[in-house]
Every structure is written in C-alpha cells, then in structure tokens.
C-alpha cells in the first residue's frame, strides 16, 4: 500500500510549526490556515480514490481496462463522502461495499463528512468554523476510509480470480480432457474383438487358401510330368500282359 495523503500531511506540519512558533493558535491565522489545508485534503482524498480505482482495474494486465476505470471514476464519483463512496465501492461488489462500510464508527463518519461538507462551505459559501486539532482528525479518519478502499477492492480481484479458476475447472475443456484420458483405454477393449474376429476371418479363409494351393501345385509342370509317366508305365505293363495273352491264343 503506498503512502496517502502526503501533500496534506507536509501542509499540516509546516502550518502547525508556523502557528506554535507564532503562537498563532486561536487566531484568525489558524482559521485560514485551517481552511486552506481542508480544500486541499478533500481535493486530495478524491483524486487518491481515483487512483485506487484505477489500479483496481490495472490489477489483470490490462491496461485499456484500468484507462476505462479510472475514467469512469471520474464521471461517476463527484465527491468524497461516505454515502457516495459506499455506492461507488458497490459498484465492484455487495460484498466489497458492506466491507467498506465498516472501516468508519458512526461518529467517526459523522466527523469525516463534517469536515467534507465545511470544504464545501469554504469552496463555495462564506467559510467554515474548524479548529486545527480537528482537521488532523479528519485527516486520520480519510486515511483508514482510503485504506478500507484499497484493500476491498484488492479482494475483488482475488475473488474473481478464485472463481475463474473453479469455472475452468468446470468448462467443457476439462470434461473434453478427462475424455481424452479414457479413449485409449475404450480403445484398447475394443481392440480385443476386432482382433479375434481378425484371426477367424484368417482361419475360415485359410482353407479355401489351402484349396488353392493344391490346385496349383497339381498344375505344376513337374508334377505333370511325373504322372504323365507314371501312366506310361502303367499303360506299358498292360500292353505287354495283352500281347502276351494274344500271343498264347495264336499258339
């Protein structure tokens, strides 16, 4: 968190300096003194919530959307009291705002917003009636309602981060990645079947191959030729039993 309100608090040391060495207190010198510091820590608290939101929106990386927050802060918030700047805190978040809302006592809003209004009065009317002593004040109360900012809106980001983590855990991608973890084992059980209907396609088609190759080992040459003469041999030894038959006939 850096350091808030450091042009306010240099301002209130040299002022209170100058009124104790001139024992100025209680004086009209105190009152303008006063007042002037008041203008400038009102001015200040805002442009410092600016700021704030402005990171807020930086948070992610994106720099086109913190240009657009810190714009929007401008339009939106118009000053820097409690009752706007619980609206303005809401607009991140209900959870962020009722967080806000408990940074600040009711008396101690009470002190805040007096002193934002005698700004106004001081702006704009006649002046204000605000003591040194409670300026201070004011000024401590603006300090915890910029640092309850800072760290509201710092959790929104957290948040929306752990949320978008669990719905990526839940987005179509993760199913589609568990999926892919079990499509190699489906695969692997149907490959049982098919390999099994494989190897009885391969034993019913291994007859008709044997068939096969019977006829065409009958088809050989060589094996032509070695019936051929084993029916020579044959016929041979049938026409020498015929002849000799013929022969004993004629005698």
């Known amino acids: 968190m850096s350091p808030r309100l450091i042009r306010t608090e240099a301002l209130i040391e040299d002022c209170e300096r100058h009124l104790r060495e001139s024992q100025a207190f209680g004086t009209e010198i105190e009152s303008y003194l006063t007042q002037h510091i008041l203008v400038i820590l009102c001015n200040e608290i805002q442009e410092q919530i600016y700021e704030i939101a402005g990171n807020r929106g930086a948070a992610g990386g994106d720099i086109p959307l913190a240009s657009y927050t810190l714009g929007s802060s401008k339009r939106i918030l118009r ?7 619980k609206g303005f805190v809401g607009l991140f978040s209900e959870t962020a705002k009722a967080e806000f809302e408990t940074c600040l006592t009711e008396s101690e809003v009470t002190i805040y917003n007096n002193a934002v209004k005698m700004r106004d009065d001081v702006a704009h009317h006649s002046g204000a009636q605000i003591t040194f002593a409670e300026l201070r004040h004011a000024k401590q109360l603006a300090l915890k309602v910029l640092g309850s900012m800072e760290q ?3 959790r929104t980001f957290s948040s929306t981060q ?11 991608r993760g199913e589609v990645l568990h999926q892919t973890e079990t499509v190699p084992l489906a695969h692997s059980d149907a490959a049982k079947p098919e390999n ?12 008709p191959n044997e068939k096969l190759k019977t006829k065409t080992d009958s088809s050989d040459p060589l094996t032509l030729a070695m019936r051929v003469s084993s029916m020579l041999k044959t016929g041979k030894l049938w026409l020498s039993k015929i002849w000799s038959l013929t022969s004993r006939t004629v005698l």
């Open 162 to 172: 752990v949320e978008k983590s669990a719905a990526e855990d839940k987005s179509p």
């Open 196 to 207: 099994a209907s494989e190897s009885g396609n391969q034993a019913s088609t291994s007859a």
């Open 152 to 154: 509201v809106l710092a």
């Open 79 to 85: 000053g820097p009291k409690m009752s706007e700047l």
